[in-house]
């Protein structure tokens, strides 16, 4: 082996992608897919801009679902990777290829069904639908980041028959869940590369080696 120092652009190593659904202030639901998020117990901390609409309606809301992506929905999630709830999309945003989208759920051809407990909706089509209250809300690295970090402790799991362990109440199979997987703003599935991504030319990330990867169809 030979080590370089190097100054990575992005630590995107390889996260399961989640798609957040809260509730706008006009009762509209929003949905955002994001891959900064790690696991304790029945709590996750969620790694958010402070200038999302997701972020502005966690604080407001202190609810939501983390729905988490199976693979075979890598085309809704790629629909939405550049879209933004917040009306008047931030300049950084713009130059990244973002466009304001109101309709989230249709845009990324999902369907948009009622909670148990909170009221932001869940996807339908996601495998796990997690339904989460917000117990902290704290600033992440530097300030002038805009970074947020969110306790989301759930309350409800929603859990598709197909990816739970036979005959268990309890436990969900790893060799039947394939989460979507963000490694260096690309798509993966199975430890393959299964999609190209919309985020991957928005942070002007190189081509991958194989260059014969499709645009996946919504």
């Known amino acids: 082996m030979a080590h ?36 304790l117990g029945s709590s996750c901390m969620l790694g958010l801009s402070a200038r999302s609409q997701t972020a502005a309606n966690l604080r407001r809301e202190r609810q939501g ?19 933004t709830g917040v009306r008047d999309v931030p300049a950084y945003k713009v130059e990244r290829g973002y466009r304001y989208e109101p309709r989230k759920f249709e845009a990324a051809g999902l369907t948009a069904v009622a909670s148990d407990i909170v009221d932001a909706p869940r996807a339908l089509e996601c ?3 997690l339904e989460v209250v917000i117990d902290g809300v704290h600033t992440f690295a530097d300030p002038d980041d805009a970074l947020l970090a969110f306790e989301a402790r759930v309350v409800r799991s929603h859990v ?32 393959v590369n299964i999609a190209t991504s919309q985020l991957a030319s ?11 990867r499709q645009p996946v169809a919504v």
């Open 65 to 83: 679902v983390l729905n988490l992506v199976q693979s075979e929905l890598v085309g809704a999630v790629d629909a939405i990777a550049l879209t």
């Open 202 to 212: 928005g942070w002007r990330m190189p081509p991958l080696r194989s260059g014969d």
């Open 127 to 129: 495998q796990i639908q």
């Open 160 to 191: 598709d028959d197909s990816v739970i362990v036979d005959g268990s109440d309890r436990y969900i199979d790893p060799e039947r869940w394939d989460p979507l997987i963000m490694k260096f703003c690309e798509f993966y599935g199975e430890g």
């Open 4 to 39: 370089r120092t190097i100054q990575p652009k992005i630590f995107y190593v390889g996260t399961p992608v989640v798609l957040i659904s809260t509730r706008n202030p006009d009762g509209s639901a929003n949905l955002a897919p994001m891959s900064s998020a790690w696991w």
